[in-house]
Nanobody, 122 residues
Framework: QVQLVESGGGLVQAGGSLRLSCAAS????????MGWFRQVPGKEREFVAA????????RYADSVKGRFTISRDNAKNALYLQMNSLKPEDTAVYYC???????????????WGQGTQVTVSS
């Protein structure tokens, strides 16, 4: 069982930056691939980025490539998402998730956090 808690969301102007964090409870955190997803009310959940258990492999949605960076610190049981050059269309609730393999599909992840709101004003 893995408990995930996101933090770092907030209100930022377009062009600004935010860094999201995801704290994991499990001592086996380093065994999991991790992902970030986002969702806007009324729309389907969207893949943002994912990272392998070692951090050696990363994958990004085209919409965030070059602006967002996913990273992890296995010693701290922590996952991060550095978001730069934010746009109003990045506004969403952001979720971190843990799974056995790096994947863009949310169905491949077993554990989810409660989410943190990111709002980008124009």
């Amino acid at each position: 069982q893995v408990q995930l808690v996101e933090s770092g969301g907030g209100l930022v102007q377009a062009g600004g930056s935010l860094r999201l964090s995801c704290a994991a409870s499990a001592r086996t955190f380093s065994r999991y691939a991790m992902g970030w997803f986002r969702q806007v009310p009324g729309k389907e959940r969207e893949f943002v980025a994912a990272i392998s258990w070692s951090g050696g492999s990363r994958r990004y949605a085209d919409s965030v490539k070059g602006r967002f960076t996913i990273s992890r610190d296995n010693a701290k049981n922590a996952l991060y998402l550095q978001m730069n050059s934010l746009k109003p269309e990045d506004t969403a609730v952001y979720y971190c998730a843990a799974g056995s393999v790096l994947d863009y599909r949310g169905s491949e992840y077993d554990y989810w956090g409660q989410g943190t709101q990111v709002t980008v004003s124009s």
